[in-house]
């Protein structure tokens, strides 16, 4: 392919009212600094939640939004009432993300919803929040979220925070890179609004990559069947491995007790 044709917004695209009240929606721009801890998080998410609306919290790893929904859980069963609270991410079984999912897509209670998700909002869910709270993550990650918040600019102002911790620690920052979450930071630092209008556009080219992560490489040897039988890591490791034929793992047991044996010298 030699060429691509980019599709733009017409002038008379432009005009429609949906259209600019979309683009004009605003969406203020936050940073969120102390805030780094999971129950520190979870109190400040609680006291920026707003009754009758949605508040979503994108966390950058399934470690952290669990640990990130626990916390919520638990100050809400403190307080006896509150927000429904629901999690997403990408390791629940078919059958149950579909159950959560329905949970978070429902008409809102009086109360509202507070939704903690990774990664998997960012695109093919069609949700509108009034408060949002979110990682540092790459820029074009970060437009995928921003669309999350005020999504048809049904609100005279929404909110967004972005969790600003440091980035120098692998764990800190995993899965992206420490480079191209400071390019982000640096983005955020001036920015004060987050309007699709006057969004500022992604520049240079997305890095793509698969990683093969610790927990990934552990599951290589989990033999565990899920409910219907099949092998859940060869399933869950497909995408990174590509085409099975070309893996050899070579794996061995031995008793807890094993010594190396060692030849014996030999005596001339």
């Not at 952290?64 to 638990?74: G, H, N, R, S, Y």
Request: hydrophobic share 40%; proline share 6%.
């Amino acid at each position: 392919m030699d060429s691509l044709d980019v599709a733009s917004l017409r002038a008379d695209d432009l005009d429609n009212p949906q259209v600019k009240r979309r683009l004009e929606a605003v969406k203020r721009v936050s940073r969120l600094a102390g805030a780094t801890k999971h129950k520190a998080l979870a109190a400040t998410v609680l006291r920026a939640h707003r009754q009758e609306a949605l508040t979503l919290v994108i966390r950058n790893t399934v470690k952290d939004a669990v640990a990130t929904w626990l916390e919520l859980a638990k100050a809400l069963v403190r307080q006896n009432r509150g927000p429904e609270l629901v999690l997403l991410h990408s390791r629940f079984r078919p059958a149950d993300r579909k159950n959560h999912l329905g949970r978070a897509l429902a008409p809102l209670a009086p109360e509202g919803r507070i939704i903690v998700s990774t990664q998997v909002v960012e695109a093919g869910i069609d949700i509108s929040a009034a408060t949002l709270f979110t990682d540092i993550a790459p820029w074009p990650s970060l437009a995928q979220r921003f669309g999350r918040c005020n999504r048809h600019g049904e609100r005279a102002s929404a909110d967004i925070y972005w969790i600003d911790r440091e980035l120098t620690a692998a764990c800190a920052r995993r899965p992206y890179s420490e480079a191209e979450l400071a390019t982000a930071r640096h983005r955020l630092l001036e920015l004060e609004d987050a309007s699709p209008g006057t969004l500022p556009k992604t520049e240079g080219d997305m890095e793509v990559r698969q990683d093969l992560r610790k927990q990934d490489m552990l599951n290589l040897f989990d033999t565990t069947p899920d409910l219907a039988g099949e092998d859940v890591a060869r399933l869950s490791l497909h995408p990174l491995l590509g085409r099975p034929e070309r893996l050899c793992v070579l794996a061995g047991l031995r008793p807890a007790e094993w010594q190396p044996v060692r030849p014996a010298s030999t005596v001339s």
